[in-house]
């Protein structure tokens, strides 16, 4: 368990240095002031449109630092060093869910506020969109590792990770965004279920592809 | 460091559809060293990462007891932080103190760069730091790929001495090189072209 903590703590002292908790945010809010640019500054659209734009925008941000959760450890020889201490690669790999994870999804909610004031959302939207996005960006860093575990030593592996992740994302964003409009909380249970599933699964999927690279 | 062994039974090593060879045996026990020669591309790397687990054998069984340390051409030290935090992160996977650390500076003669990030080192120096890192990580059983290159006499000659103390103090040295590391008494597996 010490271990862990060790691995955590080193990847996210990476991540924040590489751009960490800043890029997503700024990101996810130049995405939601540059929305009522191209829409117009009709409040009533905004507001009915607006919570689906942060999920998208928020997937987006998941995505930008793929590229760099795997592949830079692999060829600096950092991840077979582990290896060799016996930590199983299920291990790193969620350490680095972990890790990644705490890099943007804390602070992309913390950007959803001004976010959805950028956008006309009403308090109601506002706290079911905080809520999915506690539930849902767990899902999308465990997709990240995930795919950034499979492209890493590919060439072109950052337009590659975004051609498999995306799909694979659709139903985070269904039930994420479905949520939002949903009173019965239904939506939610669902999004629950899909990042879940993916957090189930990245460790296992993601420690696989890193076994072979390393052949 | 009692009790350290690392044992090949008629180990095959196939890499890429192609065989590099096969029917290897040798044992190494507490003290014991091997140095693996033979020319570029036959598969010492190749020996030193089935040793370490990295690689699984084509055929035979690899028996290998107590923890390792693995030395190769990446030094696996994070750039941007100093050397001694850099070390000392392994130190900490590996259990260790902060004084494994400055021993495996001092034994490489790097204490004085201890406080200068990775990325300012220059080529010998990160290689004089992977080697401290291997020092610093108090296991029993070193695999060193290749640890001489890059080095200077002095360095040489400081990792002949730890290799030397390693071996006293019941470790074991399978080191990969075209040089004789001052190895006294250790086996040597000549790898040929399969």
């Not at chain 1, 991540?15 to 939601?32: D, E, T």
């Not at chain 1, 950052?158 to 965004?177: E, N, S």
């Not at chain 2, 050397?83 to 259990?95: K, P």
């Not at chain 2, 001092?106 to 220059?122: G, I, K, N, Q, Y």
Request: proline share 5%; glycine share 12%.
């Amino acid at each position: 368990m010490n271990a862990f903590l060790l691995l955590v703590r080193r990847d996210l002292a990476l991540g924040y240095r590489a751009g960490g908790a800043l890029l997503p945010i700024a990101f996810f809010l130049l995405v939601a002031t540059l929305f009522p640019f191209a829409i117009g500054p009709d409040a009533k659209l905004l507001a009915r449109t607006g919570g689906g734009v942060l999920w998208v925008a928020a997937l987006l941000a998941a995505l930008l630092p793929v590229d760099r959760l795997i592949a830079p450890d692999r060829d600096a020889g950092v991840l077979d060093q582990i290896a060799t201490r016996g930590i199983s690669d299920e291990i790193v790999a969620l350490a680095r869910i972990v890790a990644h994870w705490l890099s943007f999804g804390p602070p992309l909610m913390i950007a959803a506020i001004p976010a959805a004031a950028l956008l006309r959302l009403e308090g109601a939207t506002l706290a079911r969109l905080e809520a999915g996005l506690a539930i849902g960006t767990p899902g999308l860093a465990a997709l990240g590792l995930m795919v950034s575990a499979l492209t890493a030593g590919l060439r072109g592996a950052g337009a590659l990770a975004g051609l498999l992740m995306l799909p694979l994302a659709v139903p985070v964003l269904i039930f994420g965004a479905g949520s939002l409009t949903d009173e019965s909380g239904s939506g939610l249970k669902l999004l629950a279920a899909a990042s879940l599933l993916l957090v189930a699964i990245a460790p296992f999927a993601a420690a696989a592809a890193i076994r072979a690279g390393r052949e | 460091m009692t009790g350290a062994a690392l044992a090949f039974d008629s180990v095959a090593c196939l890499r890429g559809g192609r065989l590099l060879f096969e029917g290897l045996n040798f044992g190494l026990g507490p003290g014991d060293a091997a140095l693996v020669i033979g020319p570029n591309g036959v598969g010492k790397s190749s020996l030193l990462r089935l040793a370490a687990g990295l690689l699984a054998p084509a055929a035979g069984t690899i028996r290998r007891e107590g923890r390792l340390s693995l030395a190769d051409e990446n030094s696996a030290l994070d750039r941007h932080v100093t050397l001694a935090r850099a070390i000392g992160f392994w130190v900490g996977l590996d259990g260790g103190e902060v004084c494994d650390v400055a021993r495996g500076l001092a034994a490489m003669d790097l204490l004085h760069l201890s406080e200068v990030p990775v990325r300012m080192l220059s080529t010998g120096q990160r290689k004089r730091a992977t080697l401290a890192r291997v020092i610093a990580g108090n296991a029993p059983l070193w695999l060193l790929d290749e640890p001489a290159n890059g080095l200077d006499t002095a360095s040489l000659e400081r990792l002949e001495a730890a290799m030397v103390a390693h071996r006293q103090s019941g470790g074991i040295v399978l080191a990969a090189s075209h040089q004789p590391l001052g190895l006294i008494g250790a086996q040597t597996l000549a790898l040929t072209a399969a």
